[in-house]
């Protein structure tokens, strides 16, 4: 287990939240105990920056950006950090996961006896407990699971979020990494266009995590502000045809009709044409 807890960082993305009060830290606090020393990134998108306590054997690197760069960027940076300390693989997590304690185990095990496979998944569910990930994935847009069976599968046919997900550093960047043009929503799906271009088949472990999912927020302003980032994602992914475009701008229609529909408002249609359909692409 040592060689393995050295070969490995992990990074967490904070948004507004404590890292003392993020489920996924609190996680790696408890998986940790016992087996050295473990290096710890953290990307704070919040607005202000926190002080960060010293925890034994966790060694924290921890840098603020008030400009909430995203996801993307977060992990882009978490993963050159990781190069930079000589690491082999690396840990994506979000703040909101809650990790069983000998996923670590699981891991190690996996690579161990799948020595070509360099991306590794657990799957993720929900609190009503709905499989979260890995989804199936179609016309731009993740679909539940109703069962998984773990193993081996196709990037072609399903789909992992980012929060759990264990990629080799080097075939990282051999995909080229995350889409920093796509800072929230589809950021997951781009890296993965991206990664099975390269490496098409990942691993499912048997293991289950708990992913809170940020889009339970039921206030209309909350939904709204969500609906924006969502069609800045769809409007800044990497599209390789009209098809492509076709496909987002198909997507994003259906939610804002049934936004608009559930909260009798008009602010989601005034979103997509403003945050989509109008609104230039970011620049690389």
């Given at each position: ?14 948004y ?7 489920e ?8 940790h ?7 710890l ?9 926190q ?17 909430n ?43 161990r ?12 569910r ?30 072609n ?30 950021s ?35 939904q ?21 475009w ?33 609104a ?5």
């Open positions: 287990m040592g060689d393995f807890i050295n070969s490995l960082s992990i990074v967490i993305v904070l507004n939240t404590e890292l003392d009060d993020s996924s830290f609190q996680s790696v606090i408890q998986m105990k016992g087996i050295g020393e473990l290096d990134f953290v990307y704070d998108n919040s607005r202000e920056p002080q960060i306590k010293r925890y034994p054997n966790l060694h924290i690197t921890y840098l603020h950006d008030p400009k760069s995203g996801v993307s960027k977060a992990y882009n940076i978490g993963a050159e950090n990781a190069q930079l300390q000589l690491k082999e693989w690396v840990l994506l997590l979000d703040q909101d996961t809650t990790l069983p304690q000998d996923i670590f185990d699981h891991y190690e095990k996996t690579i006896d799948y020595p070509d496979i360099k991306l590794v998944v657990p799957i993720l929900l609190g009503n407990g709905k499989i979260f990930s890995p989804c199936s994935y179609k016309f731009k847009r993740g679909f539940y699971l109703d069962t998984i069976a773990p193993g081996l599968h196709s990037l046919q399903l789909s992992p979020v980012n929060s759990g997900i264990f990629v080799h550093l080097t075939s990282f960047f051999e995909a080229g990494g995350y889409n920093e043009k796509v800072k929230l929503d589809f997951d799906f781009q890296f993965i266009e991206r990664f099975r271009k390269v490496y098409p088949v990942f691993y499912v472990m048997d293991v289950e995590c708990q992913q809170d999912f940020s889009d339970d927020e039921v206030s209309y302003s909350g709204l502000n969500r609906f924006g980032y969502y069609c800045e994602g769809a409007r800044n992914s990497d599209k390789k045809g009209i098809w492509d076709v496909q987002y701008n198909t997507v994003v229609v259906l939610r804002a009709m049934r936004l608009s529909v559930k909260y009798k408002k008009w602010g989601f249609i005034n979103t997509y044409l403003n945050k989509f359909l109008i230039p692409s970011i620049s690389a």
